[in-house]
């Protein structure tokens, strides 16, 4: 199917908006735009993050998905409490698939589910004894864990318990860091708050442990790795490029990561946001109090990481450009030969994304280097200052959604007939069944990584292998397909 | 009266940043801007102005300021 025109695409958002009440198609109708390249701001375009409309689907998470889930959670030697009832810390626990080195229950804590589990009593008493004892077992059970984050799930903000009291309190006891974090998930419309809140937490009881204490030798080449959350191994595919060129990464935020490190991220020389939707709050601070200067970079394909990192390069000496040269050259022969591979099965195929955080934008052109075409995209969370970073990044008169609702998602798919779906779990089936391939851009449906030049080789074959699986023939049933009415009508003939 | 976060660019130019509007642009104008004295009204590239309080010195960059909404530009 041919691209679509600007009218045909104004004429397709038009045409889905119809089902609604006036009320709602007016809300809906100023969260679906036509991509204009010429535009400079996005809020001429499109609105976000704004509350979703009563009554359709909405893919969002809330504000405790996105600090324990996201932000706090993949900080591997501290243990995230999951305050409250049992269900929020249990469904989410192990999911994202944050890899970590170390052992699990001694001296990391990644893949485990600890929480308060409220029961009626805890709300009608409240649970602040209950948080105490449970944090005193921790330092028994667990006397290797480095630190205790309190993720507040609804009924704490509800009943009004004063887990910062308790968290102070327990500080003292214990003699590590406890983080009362006060994400409750009715805040705010989607998970975006959840990593302002993370954020502003580590920002006030973090950040600032080791101001003062200069016992960290530092380098010139100081970075810090600040948004990558190690999923399927994404942060360890970043750290070995930029080791290469000659930086010194000392701290992984947060996949991957130790409450020590962040403690030490003060002390680097640049801070580097691959997601900036979850953690430019912690890089604008740390810009301010510490002057450190911050910058977006992107490890999706070759194209996107050559560019970054000569961006990153541009801001050290000599030795460090020459760095980054010397890691572009070394696996260009290794891209060239993915490319090589690939290019041929994937050229010219049409991909639609609808994922959160950073990879709407980010992941377009790792597609765009395997010859692919991302033809509409959208973020769940994301912010105008998203959408303005990406016009830029998207063709003209491709689609851009925001908080996308199922209905809204399948009827653009339905009309503009990609051959490539990216978004997550709960869009995966309904794709598959409609017999379109489908990747889950979450949590890189089950692999990964895809950051770095070892990971688009994943990548490639991972659009590959959904793309051209044979399984999609078999999709219609055998008296429907094109060649059995063909005979059927040979046959009444 | 936002709190806005100021910062220099590449290029040298003032950027703006509102966090609870997401606002990121770049200021066009500043009324007075010389050593001695700071402030006044802002102009920012989307046709917005914005109000600081002069004071007696360049501000230590990046640094968050309240500021008063004078238009919006729209």
């Not at chain 1, 890899?99 to 805890?122: I, L, R």
């Not at chain 1, 805040?187 to 080791?210: F, K, M, P, T, Y």
């Not at chain 1, 891209?335 to 010219?348: F, T």
Request: charged residues 25%; glycine residues 8%; contains cysteine.
């Amino acid at each position: 199917m041919a691209a679509l025109t600007r009218e045909e695409t104004e004429a397709l958002i038009q045409e889905v908006l119809e089902v609604y009440p006036e009320q709602a198609r007016k809300d809906r109708a100023k969260h679906l735009a036509v991509n204009d390249q010429s535009l400079e701001k996005s809020n001429k375009c499109i609105t976000s993050n704004r509350k979703s409309q009563p009554g359709v689907m909405t893919i969002r998470g809330c504000a405790y998905a996105g600090s324990k889930g996201v932000v706090w959670g993949p900080i591997k030697d501290m243990i995230h409490i999951s305050h409250g009832p049992v269900g929020c810390g249990q469904y989410s626990r192990a999911g994202r698939r944050n890899y970590y080195v170390g052992t699990t229950g001694v001296n990391t804590f990644g893949t485990m589910n600890f929480t308060s589990d409220f029961q009626e009593k805890d709300i009608v008493f409240g649970g602040d004894k209950k948080l105490a004892k449970i944090m005193l077992e921790i330092e028994e059970l667990f006397p290797l864990h480095k630190g205790i984050s309190i993720q507040s799930e609804c009924p704490i903000g509800l009943i009004g318990d004063d887990i910062e009291a308790v968290a102070k309190k327990a500080n003292k006891e214990i003699g590590k860091p406890v983080v009362p974090v006060r994400c409750e998930g009715f805040r705010g419309v989607s998970q975006s708050l959840g990593h302002h809140i993370a954020n502003d937490a580590i920002r006030d009881w973090v950040l600032e442990n080791r101001d003062g204490d200069e016992s960290f030798p530092t380098t010139p080449y100081d970075v810090a790795v600040i948004g990558d959350y190690n999923i399927g191994g994404d942060a360890w595919a970043s750290r070995t490029l930029l080791e290469e060129m000659g930086l010194r990464v000392v701290a992984q935020w947060s996949g991957d990561g130790t409450i020590a490190e962040m403690e030490k991220t003060p002390k680097v020389k640049l801070n580097l946001i691959h997601c900036y939707r979850s953690m430019n709050y912690i890089a604008r601070h740390m810009e301010e109090k510490y002057k450190i200067p911050w910058i977006e970079y992107n490890f999706f394909g070759p194209t996107k990481i050559a560019e970054s990192l000569r961006k990153i390069a541009a801001l050290f000496d000599e030795t460090i450009q020459a760095g980054a040269e010397r890691v572009i050259a070394k696996y260009q022969a290794e891209y060239d030969a993915v490319i090589a591979k690939y290019k041929p099965r994937l050229q010219g195929k049409r991909v639609m994304l609808y994922v959160g955080g950073l990879r709407p934008r980010h992941v377009i052109g790792a597609y765009e280097d395997l010859g692919m075409e991302v033809v509409g995209t959208g973020y769940e969370f994301g912010h105008n200052d998203d959408y303005d970073r990406t016009i830029k990044e998207m063709g003209n008169a491709t689609l851009i959604y925001d908080d996308v609702t199922g209905y809204e998602f399948e009827e653009f798919v339905k009309k503009v007939q990609p051959d490539l779906i990216g978004s997550g779990i709960k869009e995966k089936y309904i794709f598959q069944k409609m017999g379109i391939p489908f990747r889950q851009m979450h949590s890189w449906d089950y692999s990964g990584p895809y950051h770095g030049y070892d990971g688009f080789a994943i990548f490639a074959r991972d659009m590959d292998m959904t793309l051209n699986n044979p399984c999609w023939k078999q999709v219609k049933v055998p008296w429907k397909t094109d060649e059995s009415t063909k005979v059927a009508v040979a046959a009444s003939a | 009266m936002p709190s806005v976060m100021l910062k220099k660019n590449a290029e040298g130019k003032l950027v703006f940043y509102v966090p609870k509007k997401d606002l990121e642009e770049v200021a066009e104008s500043v009324e007075f801007d010389s050593p001695e004295k700071w402030g006044g009204e802002v102009l920012l590239s989307d046709g917005s102005k914005y109000y600081f309080e002069p004071i007696n010195a360049q501000p230590d960059f990046p640094v968050t300021l309240r500021a008063k909404r004078l238009d919006s530009g729209e």
